[in-house]
């Protein structure tokens, strides 16, 4: 129907976890390059209804790219989904990025030391999974840029999040300027554009002045 991609807010079986039953979605949307996006977290049957007024909730938003994403993550990495289809792109939607290297470390530190007993058996580190199969993007993430190279330039986006009430608009490209002042302007047009235009699938478009796309 000419959608480029697909996001799902519960399991595609209706399950609480993410099951062999998942498969057939998530390998259609490999075969027709379709990467699937995860704003921040599953809707599960077993979970409470998050607060979204009083003191609480200024945390829940804060904090809720890294406290509620990672876990999902690692249920899909954990679960082998990505060694029975290698090609399947995930997009965590605004989950920031700062909390990614140390993720990637002691998950690949704990996986290592508990595999055995755990039952859990796939073919590389979970870290690399994460480097082939995730796209994580972030509004306003400085922590985040500082690492980029810890967390991968071409494994990150920035996104706008406009008309919603989070984003930065119309100061965009005046906040884009300030949080990556010192990013090289490769690096920038990756996280910026070139990540989104390979995963997508969109045409680019050249400035001949220019030693990138834009």
Not at 66 to 76: G, K
Request: aromatic fraction near 10%.
């Amino acid at each position: 129907m000419g959608a480029r991609g697909t996001i799902i807010t519960a399991w595609p079986s209706g399950n609480d976890d993410v099951t062999a039953e998942d498969d057939d979605f998530f390998a259609a949307a490999a075969d027709m390059k379709m990467p699937v996006s995860i704003h921040i977290n599953i809707q599960r049957k077993r979970n409470a209804k998050p607060s979204i007024e009083g003191p609480a909730a200024i945390a829940g938003m804060a904090l809720g790219g890294f406290l509620n994403f990672p876990p999902i993550m690692f249920e899909l990495i954990m679960g082998g989904l990505f060694d029975r289809i290698p090609k399947l792109q995930i997009i965590g939607v605004e989950t920031e990025i700062g909390w990614i290297p140390e993720a990637l470390e002691q998950v690949d530190n704990f996986y290592w030391r508990n595999r055995a007993h755990t039952g859990v058996d796939i073919r590389h580190l979970p870290s690399h999974y994460f480097r082939s199969n995730f796209t994580c993007t972030f509004i306003q993430d400085r922590t985040g840029i500082r690492n980029r190279h810890a967390i991968g330039i071409r494994n990150i986006a920035w996104s706008t999040d406009y008309p919603h009430h989070g984003c930065d608009w119309p100061y965009s490209r005046k906040i884009v300027e300030e949080t990556m002042m010192d990013v090289p302007a490769d690096e920038r047009y990756w996280i910026c554009a070139g990540n989104m235009v390979e995963l997508y699938g969109l045409p680019r478009i050249y400035d001949a002045n220019a030693a990138t796309p834009t």
